[in-house]
């Protein structure tokens, strides 16, 4: 097994440019998730999708933020316009609907730098 | 609001000695936690859960103790070693499968 994939792996842009962020999750797995890490937050959940329908997107920062879940094996989160404040480290997670006590499996996550 | 909280944003213990790292959380409907570890470049990598019906759950050299009443818990490496040297997440989901909570992270260096 892969394990769950994101790319690009880093992301250097400019303000105001748009950015997207793609995570292909394990296969099998019906639930996921994006998350940030900032040195401030820790791990912020953004939004989870079970079985490809987005159920809480609570966690977005704004309105310059989406994710999409066209189907089972992948995922986008898109950021238009990208500010400087977005830089992070962003991950994507996956997990099966019996999670049991072993959590997630995580991606390798995608560091995107704002200039 | 953080729900699950790690005060203590660093750590750094001397190789062969106990490293413990705290967490606290603030919602008493968690039934369980999970510890994480990420090292730099990677994503976090799930270590050792404890369901709150337990008090310790015990993995080789890592250690998860739970107390309920106050509502904390804590990750004991004992031996530490310098490959344990990482980031340390707690974190906590109120129902299975769902969104978990996660700690700022504990950053722990085991000095050879």
């Known amino acids: 097994d892969a394990g769950v994939i994101q790319s690009p792996r880093h992301e250097v842009t400019e303000m105001g440019q748009e950015v997207t962020l793609r995570c292909k999750p394990i296969s099998g797995h019906n639930s996921l998730f994006w998350y940030r890490q900032t040195m401030m937050r820790g791990l912020e959940l953004l939004i989870y999708f079970n079985n490809n329908v987005p159920i809480d997107d609570s966690g977005m920062p704004e309105d310059r933020f989406s994710a999409k879940m066209p189907n089972a094996s992948f995922s986008t989160l898109k950021i238009q316009p990208s500010e400087p404040r977005d830089s992070a480290v962003y991950f994507c997670?996956?997990?099966?609907?019996?999670?049991?006590?072993?959590?997630?499996?995580f991606g390798s996550g995608t560091r995107l730098t704002v200039v | 609001d953080q729900q699950v909280k790690q005060n203590s944003p660093s750590l750094s213990v001397q190789e062969g000695r106990i490293s413990i790292l705290n967490c606290d959380y603030t919602n008493s409907m968690f039934d369980y936690f999970l510890w994480y570890k990420k090292y730099p470049a990677e994503g976090p990598t799930f270590l050792i859960s404890i369901s709150s019906i337990k008090d310790k759950n015990e993995d080789g050299r890592f250690t998860v103790f739970l107390n309920k009443s106050a509502k904390h818990l804590s990750l004991h490496i004992v031996p530490s070693q310098p490959g344990d040297s990482a980031v340390y997440f707690c974190?906590?989901?109120?129902?299975?499968?769902?969104?978990?909570?996660f700690g700022t992270g504990t950053s722990l260096t085991v000095i050879p």
């Open positions: 997670a996956s997990s099966s609907g019996l999670t049991g006590l072993g959590g997630y499996t």
């Open positions: 974190a906590a989901p109120l129902f299975t499968g769902n969104q978990f909570y």
